[in-house]
């Protein structure tokens, strides 16, 4: 897949700007607050519906303009040319997806439109963050590749939600009660600790391979799934733990609780890793994600990498650029010169403007 033109009307600080873009590396430089990240943003956005940087989408509409929105006409592999659009409007607040000129009323009509892989810096908390940012990145990943996933999880949530209200409840919920409830949590938890295992399974050598080739270590990187069942099924787990949800008036097991651990031989990267082992390893589990969406979606990703080279040594720069001239798009942002080949494409971004 590749993004062939990216349009932005009234969107972030671009007034109106249209990028054509191509197969390849291409490089956009310019100082902070130019409008580099909001070009990433924009991708991301018609592949997932959401923003890496803001929870508000008012915030994407450019100031004091009451609409704004994007178009990107994209090729598949295959050669066969889509367009997506998007708009959004201030007052009141709503949001428009159209696909083929088509409006989109469910996310899963459209989110394995645009297979892609982002990284930012703010990615180094897949590594030394909470459970919950590993479990996001397995959940995104899986709704990407089976839209079905991203339905179950819907459902999941929306039942963990109302189990957690009522052991919330001032009085203790009778058996009847947390019988409905848990298995309700069994029909859609299951299926997602058993499409998260499988999903570590197949991530596992690509990362293992993608982080020695960027690191020159030689130590094994090993990824384990931590299910909150600690060995028993979800049915047995949650019997044996429903006192303590009782007397802590909370939701202790499900793939709500589950851990993603990364070691380095016998080390936790998470707890001994350096700050250059935690980056490398961030930045290689986004690059596993482009190489599963080729593997089981057989259609290429788009690489979208904000400001990644900044903080890496020259050795693993070179190695990383080694590995981009094998994607079919890759889109970096960089506030500082990179040593540029010839066969990739540089634009200065200034002020909501784009020029070659």
């Known amino acids: ?17 249209e990028i054509p873009l191509g197969p390849g590396l291409h490089v956009f430089e310019g100082r902070n607050a130019q409008g580099k990240t909001a070009l990433l943003e924009a991708i991301y956005l018609a592949a997932t519906a959401r923003s890496f940087r803001t929870n508000k989408e008012s915030d994407l509409i450019r100031w004091g303009q009451p609409q ?8 598949r592999d295959s050669g066969k040319n889509r367009q997506l659009t998007m708009r959004w409007q201030s007052q009141p607040p709503q ?32 590594v030394q963050g909470g459970p919950e940012q590993r479990r996001g990145y397995l959940d995104l990943l899986l709704c990407k590749l089976y839209p079905a996933y991203l339905e179950n999880l819907g459902r999941y949530q929306k039942v963990l939600r109302q189990k957690a209200a009522l052991l919330k409840q001032q009085r203790a919920p009778s058996s009847p009660e947390m019988d ?24 596992q ?20 799934y931590q299910p909150s069942c600690l060995g028993q099924q979800l049915p047995a787990a949650l019997q044996r733990a429903r006192p303590d949800e009782i007397r802590r008036h909370a939701c202790l097991v499900g793939p ?51 400001d990644c080279f900044s903080e890496l040594d020259p050795g693993r720069q070179a190695r990383l650029l080694d590995w981009l001239e094998q994607a079919s798009q890759v889109l ?10 010839q066969s990739h494409r540089h634009y200065l971004v200034d002020q909501g403007r784009v020029s070659c």
């Open 256 to 306: 709500h609780r589950d851990e993603v651990q990364f070691s380095l031989g016998e080390a936790v990267v998470r707890r001994f890793g350096s700050q250059g082992q935690r980056r490398t390893l961030a930045l290689a589990l986004r690059l596993a994600q482009a190489e599963i969406l080729l593997e089981i979606g057989r259609e290429r990703p788009v690489v979208l990498l904000d």
């Open 95 to 126: 949001r428009s997806i159209c696909l083929q000129e088509q409006p989109i009323r469910k996310l899963s009509q459209f989110l394995s439109e645009l297979p892609l892989a982002l990284f930012t810096p703010d990615d180094l908390e897949l």
């Open 332 to 341: 970096i942002t960089t506030a500082t010169p990179l040593q540029l080949r």
């Open 68 to 75: 704004g929105g994007l178009h990107l006409e994209m090729e």
């Open 1 to 17: 897949m590749k993004v062939i033109q990216i349009r932005l009307e009234d969107f972030r600080n671009y007034t109106f700007q």
């Open 180 to 203: 409905s409830w848990d298995t309700l949590l069994i029909q859609f938890g299951q299926p997602i600790i058993e499409a998260r295992l499988q999903l570590c399974q197949q991530v």
């Open 205 to 224: 050598p690509m990362l293992g391979r993608l982080y020695a080739c960027l690191s020159g270590e030689a130590d094994p990187l090993l990824l384990s």
